[in-house]
């Protein structure tokens, strides 16, 4: 079937379902390009934990969002939203159509849904400006500029204070404000969920973590490790990578380890669920 040049197709669903192989491909059908939504797949050198796709498994088809961020740099959900929707207009300039996947689900509902408040892009200057600053005053300036965020953000959380006021430097306008509107970032799409029968759907993920330890996956921690990536580190704390730096600090047997990341990707897949089944017009397949 062939599709508008201005048509978006979504391809979601829990973690081992066949994501990958399945967008591959579809995106030969309907010539297609890749772009994901995975919030780990952005981090260089994170390969096997993350199931990213190799060059060989993606079969000459551009991946648009995989390694563009080392394991220390930020990464958002506006990030996400502002890279994808950069992606997308390239692919769809080409004539081609923008195939988007993955299973982190606020990625995804910020997509469909609509973003819950304006992209506002980090600003060093100005927030190097405001890290200088004591976080007493940085509480008595968001009380100022915007009491209703200083109301629901903790005084003792300097991160959120300081992108509340960079927000508001940046714009002009309280963030508690731009939080109350939505901004659509698709036009027409289609989106596939795919799934499985629970039992069968926990054996792939089994099979999963079995063979991310027989790739290499504790030599892969090791390694970032030793580039002096912390396990304090948002993506040091992802699942396997932090199971692996417990283990590597002899918090648990080898075997614990393994059966542990199973048991918490089993737990990950029904958190995944539980966020797809909020999405409407979603084109069930069984695969």
Known sequence: M?????????ILGPTAVGKTRYAIEYAKEHDGEIISADSMQVYRGMDIGTAKPTLEERQGIPHHLIDIRNPDEEWTVSDFIEEAQSAK???QNKGRIPIIVGGTGLYLWSLIEGFSFPIVKADTEVREKLEKLPLSTLN???STVDPEAAKKIHPNDKKRIIRALEVYELTGK???KLQGSRFKVLGSSKIIGLNL?????????????DSMF???LVDEVKELL????SNGLNSMQALGYKEVIDYLENKYSYDEMV???KQKTRNFARRQMTWFRRFDKVEWIAV
């Open 140 to 142: 008595e300036r968001l």
């Open 2 to 10: 062939a599709l508008s040049e201005n048509y978006t197709t979504i």
């Open 226 to 229: 030793s580039k002096g990536y």
């Open 197 to 209: 029968p629970r039992e069968k759907l926990y054996e792939r993920i089994d099979a999963r973590v």
């Open 174 to 176: 309280p963030i508690s």
């Open 259 to 261: 059966a542990l990341l």
């Open 89 to 91: 207009i390239k692919v």
């Open 214 to 216: 027989k790739k290499g």
